[in-house]
T-cell receptor
Framework: QQQVKQSPQSLIVQKGGISIINCAYE??????FPWYQQFPGKGPALLIA?????SEKKEGRFTISFNKSAKQFSLHIMDSQPGDSATYFC???????????FGQGTTLQVKP | NAGVMQNPRHLVRRRGQEARLRCSPM?????VYWYRQLPEEGLKFMVY????????ESGMPKERFSAEFPKEGPSILRIQQVVRGDSAAYFC???????????????FGSGTRLTVV
């Protein structure tokens, strides 16, 4: 019930291509869905986030698509660059504590 | 603003020793969260604290682990009698307050990597 399932585990994309990472959840009480980017040896950094009353949110090259009925959301990275190579985590939270449930992570490699 | 500061960055402990991890939140932040990241896994919530109060410790192991966030000073995550399975990266995050917009959008530190030998 509290899980967030993320796929794929790893992804290799050519420079300029589109990177797509998918997440699915079960708990319909989740009301906040952020994506975090983590570089080796660093802490996760908030990339973009969405609430379930919105189906899509775009910030620069990063877009979240949200399907409330399917309980799925995805991150699209347009025009992927080598500097985007990192581990990406989706997450979800509900209630008043701000506690985040993270997906297992996707390691993205963008080849020049 | 120096961000969320965690120290030490790396900590090596022998089995049975105590590990003490420190987290100084961003200036003005009164909410602190601790997460644990095992190798090749996502982050797992451990505990949520406000100044002098533990709000949610549902992710903390029942034994050997404790956390505090005193009125003055950093938040401390303490692991007593460490075992090899405690080896992980421990991340602290802070936020200024809880609002509908900011919920979950807090700032992480760079983590403490604990190795138990």
């Amino acid at each position: 019930q509290q899980q967030v399932k993320q796929s794929p585990q790893s992804l290799i994309v050519q420079k300029g291509g589109i990177s797509i990472i998918n997440c699915a959840y079960e708990n319909t009480a989740f009301d906040y869905f952020p994506w975090y980017q983590q570089f080796p040896g660093k802490g996760p950094a908030l990339l973009i986030a969405i609430r379930p009353d919105v189906s899509e949110k775009k910030e620069g090259r990063f877009t979240i698509s949200f399907n409330k009925s399917a309980k799925q959301f995805s991150l699209h990275i347009m025009d992927s660059q080598p500097g985007d190579s990192a581990t990406y985590f989706c997450a979800a939270s509900s209630g008043n504590t701000g506690k985040l449930i993270f997906g297992q992570g996707t390691t993205l490699q963008v080849k020049p | 603003n120096a961000g969320v500061m965690q120290n030490p960055r790396h900590l090596v402990r022998r089995r049975g020793q105590e590990a003490r991890l420190r987290c100084s939140p961003m200036k003005g932040h009164s909410h602190v969260y601790w997460y644990r990241q095992l190798p090749e896994e996502g982050l797992k919530f451990m505990v949520y604290l406000q100044k002098e109060n533990i709000i949610d410790e549902s992710g903390m192991p029942k034994e050997r682990f404790s956390a505090e966030f005193p009125k003055e000073g950093p938040s401390i995550l303490r692991i007593q009698q460490v075992v090899r399975g405690d080896s992980a990266a421990y991340f602290c995050a802070s936020s200024p307050r809880l609002t509908g917009i900011n919920l979950g959008g807090y700032t992480f530190g760079s983590g403490t990597r604990l190795t138990v030998v």
